[in-house]
């Protein structure tokens, strides 16, 4: 076998759906260099409505089919505030994305049983791998930008909003 070949696909290609954007406004940025994380409770269901762009430039307006809350992470280019990767601590369905916006849409489910807490599991994986994750996502330019230095200080930001976040008693 060719080094790097899979046998078996990573995730799933969900490419031909646009992701639900982030709420710009409910995020929480942290800046990096030239890669921003932003921090996000997602709360979604059925009275909640999407606004996307189609990868033809068309606006299209869903309605979300899912019931769902949980913790993301974000990861831009903060040059462009294009989203490259997406990790959905989501209650029942927790899993990332590698997303190249209008060409790539790859899901990867989250398997906690094996790997534990995903938040502390996906900063974890952006503070080794984000290099490696960004070339997945097609982002070799931004991939070579990253600064260690960086990273480590907006990780380290994003560990107290995480902490913080998780110690707010749950509305309701």
């Given at each position: 076998?060719?080094?790097?070949?899979?046998?078996?696909?990573?995730?799933?290609?969900?490419?031909?759906?646009?992701?639900?954007?982030?709420?710009?406004?409910?995020?929480?940025?942290?800046?990096?260099?030239?890669?921003?994380?932003?921090?996000?409770?997602?709360?979604?269901d059925?009275?909640?409505?999407?606004?996307?762009?189609?990868?033809?430039?068309?606006?299209?307006?869903?309605?979300?089919?899912l019931?769902?809350?949980?913790?993301?992470?974000?990861?831009?280019?903060?040059?462009?505030?294009?989203?490259?990767?997406?990790?959905?601590?989501?209650?029942?369905?927790?899993?990332?994305?590698?997303?190249?916006?209008?060409?790539?849409?790859?899901?990867?489910?989250?398997?906690?049983?094996?790997?534990?807490?995903?938040?502390?599991?996906?900063?974890?994986?952006?503070?080794?791998?984000?290099?490696?994750?960004?070339?997945?996502?097609?982002?070799?330019?931004?991939?070579?930008q990253?600064?260690?230095?960086?990273?480590?200080?907006?990780?380290?930001?994003?560990?107290?909003?995480?902490?913080?976040?998780?110690?707010?008693?749950?509305?309701?």
């Amino acid at each position: 076998m060719e080094a790097g070949s899979r046998n078996f696909e990573l995730g799933y290609d969900f490419s031909h759906i646009v992701p639900i954007p982030h709420d710009a406004d409910s995020t929480a940025y942290v800046s990096a260099g030239a890669v921003e994380l932003g921090l996000e409770y997602r709360s979604l269901d059925q009275d909640t409505q999407v606004e996307t762009i189609a990868p033809d430039g068309t606006t299209v307006v869903r309605q979300v089919e899912l019931v769902e809350s949980g913790l993301s992470i974000h990861v831009f280019d903060a040059a462009k505030r294009t989203e490259r990767l997406r990790f959905d601590d989501l209650d029942d369905d927790p899993h990332y994305h590698y997303l190249d916006p209008g060409k790539l849409n790859h899901l990867v489910v989250y398997d906690r049983a094996a790997n534990g807490d995903m938040m502390e599991w996906a900063m974890a994986a952006i503070g080794a791998n984000l290099r490696a994750m960004l070339t997945e996502a097609r982002a070799e330019e931004l991939a070579a930008q990253v600064d260690d230095a960086l990273l480590a200080s907006a990780l380290q930001e994003l560990r107290g909003l995480v902490a913080k976040h998780r110690s707010v008693p749950a509305a309701g």
